[in-house]
């Protein structure tokens, strides 16, 4: 009896408080106060969520998880980990079977088909089309239709994607201007700009990208897919040795080799970022993340500089991965519809805006379009990103399998030797053998 | 009874009181060793649902006819083990030697030589790739200002090693000096002067008396040096994640790799046995190169 009063004060407190919070706050209702859907449903649970440490989880999410719970009644336990002890922590946990992980995030370019095949995802379809537990303003189709693809894992929709990111050349618009050069528009263009900007003798160089072995299959990518090549074909069999990887691959090395700094093989993309940030290199070619560190004065000696375009074309037009972190339901879970909640909610409209004017970028379209969003970055990286989205490749940030890390590896190692001076045929071709073998192995 | 219970307890007093400790010791010890040799027979990716699958020694087949990285591995271990002992323990000598004698402000000296074994590893690691980067790196700036050509330091596959070696050196030399600087301060003093009255030359006394007296603290601080660069990691993981590709991967970061970034738990435990049994095997050599007569 007690605990039943307690339960009903605290209700009617509570109610009292969105009462009250919805009609003080002027300006935007607050995040899903709309008439029809019962919020409420699942008050009493309580659901909990591994993620990876972003701006997003840090500071978009955790400071507001007070509003979720007041409007739903179901209370969050939300555990950040850097990313590498993230995965090995859920990793832990989704193997012990236990069922107390309701929902995590996941790198789908990286962990998706892992996932997917271990069995941790819940599919979210079947939650989206039921109106009973999805409210009507959730709107999934005010999502750019390509990044819905990010979250979509072997035809399964497996969660919402959160903050896309697809690659834009960066380059220092008063050095193209006094060394009079035009943006390239091809890969041939590309490289005699390279050339054209690079001035060894005051250690400045023409480009610059990822010369480091996992990492650098990312920035690769563009490389194969602009010469009209893929990772994998339609039986998930590597493409590594096909002429246009080799091309790509060849074409990449030998940029970062003649035109890129010294030690080329060691940079990751924050040594891309410090690089350009320092004014050591002309052009660069990575995330369209950066754009915020580039042009924060305290951070960046060319804040103000730099422009932005679209990867040049090859002769098979030209193409990025487009790669996001996506939220899940765990399969393991026994409040999948609180979680799927919870997932509405991190997603809606009014959340996903509050992250585009933290400068966070977005993948609904009404969030992207809003002033806030479009006001304080540059149009240009606007305008670059957005011709990009429709072109760009979903999670091909490398060769979608099961062993994403070894794969990388196996690719970054050829990268490295082609940059070393190694003939890129060769290592191609050595890749290809490993990965075919990496996927016999593990699929 | 109880006089009985307690005359039992006095007879086998010397098996009761040592047993919580090797119980203890066996089961941190032994229970995890024999899991991994049960684990290294089996295949098993951590993300699995699926329980380890038996396969006998098809990882240790795997790992020794037809791994890629493997023999490299072991290969860049061993030279970096030879590299980092040789230079640990020579330097480690010298330096003692000079801080054996006396001179002003010797308590001093001898503090600031041990300050970059206190250090933590990691941050030091941090700090010399700041200072090896090749565009931005105080260390070509240097060389170039007094007209040397700079170098790729820890960013090219031909000099990797032996700037990780300069990175492990200066980190660890100060903890051979202190242990041979313990061994100087034993050596008994009358066959030195003795050799002095017999007008022997500093080197020949170095040769035929400092040498051999302090052989097995040499080779105590050897034993020591070995098994920690056998299984060096921080520095190496934090400077150059085993690379440029593969040209710094020692044995332990390729462990590191293949259970924690691939979750490949079976092919890891086989790896981990094999690296064990190479950090034994040079262990009992070292012990037995201490025991046997000059």
Same mark, same amino acid.
């Given at each position: 009896m007690a605990t039943w009063t307690r339960r009903i004060a605290l209700g009617g407190m509570a109610a009292v408080l969105v009462a009250f919070l919805g009609w003080s +706050?002027?300006?935007?209702?607050? +995040?899903?106060?709309?008439?029809?859907?019962?919020?409420?449903?699942? $008050?009493g649970k309580q659901v909990r969520f591994l993620v990876n440490s972003h701006d997003w989880t840090n500071e978009i999410i955790r400071p507001a998880i007070p509003e979720f719970e007041q409007l739903t009644g179901i209370k969050v336990a939300w555990e950040i980990f850097p990313e590498d002890q993230f995965r090995q922590k859920l990793a832990v946990e989704m193997v012990s079977g236990s069922g107390s992980v309701d929902g995590f995030m996941s790198l789908t370019s990286w962990d998706g088909l892992r996932f997917l095949k271990a069995g941790w995802y819940e599919p979210i379809q079947k939650y989206l089309s039921n109106p009973a537990v999805t $409210?009507?303003?959730?709107?999934?189709?005010?999502?750019?239709p390509n990044t819905r693809q990010i979250a979509t894992v072997d035809g399964h929709l497996i969660g919402v994607p959160l903050y896309p990111e697809v690659q834009l050349l960066y380059y220092r618009k008063d050095v193209f201007k006094t060394k009079n050069v035009a943006v390239p528009q091809t890969m041939e263009e590309w490289e005699a700009a390279a050339k054209k900007l690079t001035d060894k003798s005051n250690n400045f160089y023409g480009y610059v990208s990822r010369g480091k072995r996992s990492a650098a299959v990312y920035t690769l990518a563009p490389y194969i897919f602009n010469f009209g090549g893929q990772w994998l074909d339609k039986d998930h069999q590597?493409?590594? $040795? $096909?002429p246009a990887a080799v091309k790509g691959l060849e074409t990449y090395g030998r940029m970062l080799r003649e035109y890129g700094p010294p030690g080329v093989v060691n940079v990751h993309t924050y040594e891309v970022v410090d690089l350009m940030s320092q004014g050591r290199v002309a052009m660069a070619s990575d995330s369209s993340n950066w754009v915020s560190s580039f042009e924060n004065p305290t951070k960046s000696k060319v804040a103000g500089l730099l422009g932005y375009a679209r990867i040049p074309r090859g002769p098979g037009g030209s193409h990025t991965p487009l790669i996001s972190w996506a939220i899940s339901i765990s399969a393991q879970s026994k409040n999948k519809e609180a979680a799927w909640y919870f997932l509405q909610w991190a997603a809606s409209r009014e959340m996903v805006l509050r992250q585009a004017k933290a400068k966070?970028? +977005?993948?609904r379209k009404s969030a992207w379009e809003s002033p806030e969003f479009q006001s304080g970055l540059p149009k240009e990286w606007l305008s670059a990103f957005q011709a990009t989205l429709p072109d760009s490749y979903p999670n091909q940030a490398n060769p979608v399998v099961v062993a994403v890390p070894e794969t990388r590896d196996a690719i970054g190692a050829a990268i490295v030797a082609v940059i070393e001076g190694q003939d890129a045929k060769d290592a191609a071709e050595r890749a290809q053998k490993s990965v075919a073998e990496i996927i016999k192995k593990t699929q | 009874m109880a006089g009985g219970v307690e005359r039992w307890v006095e007879r086998h007093l010397r098996w009761i009181l040592p047993a919580p400790a090797v119980i203890a010791m066996a089961l941190l010890l032994v229970v995890p060793l024999v899991y991994t040799a049960y684990l290294s027979l089996h295949e098993w990716y951590?993300?699995?649902?699926l329980g380890p699958r038996l396969v006998w020694l098809d990882n240790y087949a795997q790992l020794f006819l037809r791994d890629e990285r493997f023999w490299p591995a072991f290969r860049v271990t061993l030279v970096f083990t030879v590299g980092a002992v040789a230079l640990t323990v020579t330097l480690g000598l010298g330096i003692a030697h000079l801080l054996i004698r006396n001179f002003p402000g010797r308590g001093l000296a001898r503090t600031l030589v041990l300050l970059p074994m206190i250090a933590t590893p990691v941050a030091m690691a941090l700090v010399w790739m700041t200072m090896m980067s090749p565009t931005i790196g105080v260390l070509n700036y240097v060389l170039r200002s007094v007209g040397l050509a700079g170098s790729a330091w820890v960013s090219s596959p031909r000099s990797v090693i032996p700037s990780l070696l300069l990175v492990e050196t200066w980190m660890w030399t100060p903890m051979t000096a202190l242990i041979c600087l313990a061994g100087l301060a034993t050596l008994p003093s009358e066959p030195f002067e003795s050799a002095r009255v017999d007008g022997a030359s500093g080197w020949q006394i170095f040769w035929h008396l400092t040498l051999p007296f302090m052989r097995s603290t040499l080779v105590v601080a050897a034993l020591f040096r070995t098994i920690d660069a056998l299984k060096v990691f921080d520095i190496v993981y934090v400077m150059t994640e085993g690379g440029p590709g593969f040209a710094s991967e020692t044995l332990n970061l390729y462990v590191f790799q293949t259970s924690f970034?691939?979750?490949n738990l079976g092919y890891a435990s086989a790896l981990i046995v094999v690296f064990f049994t190479l950090i034994l095997g040079a262990s009992m050599l070292l012990i037995q190169v201490r025991r046997s007569p000059p």
């Open positions: +706050v002027s300006g935007p209702p607050p +995040v899903g106060a709309q008439a029809g859907f019962d919020w409420k449903r699942y $008050s $409210s009507p303003q959730f709107a999934f189709d005010d999502f750019f590597p493409l590594l $040795s $096909s966070i970028p +977005v993948a | 951590a993300s699995s649902v970034k691939y979750l």
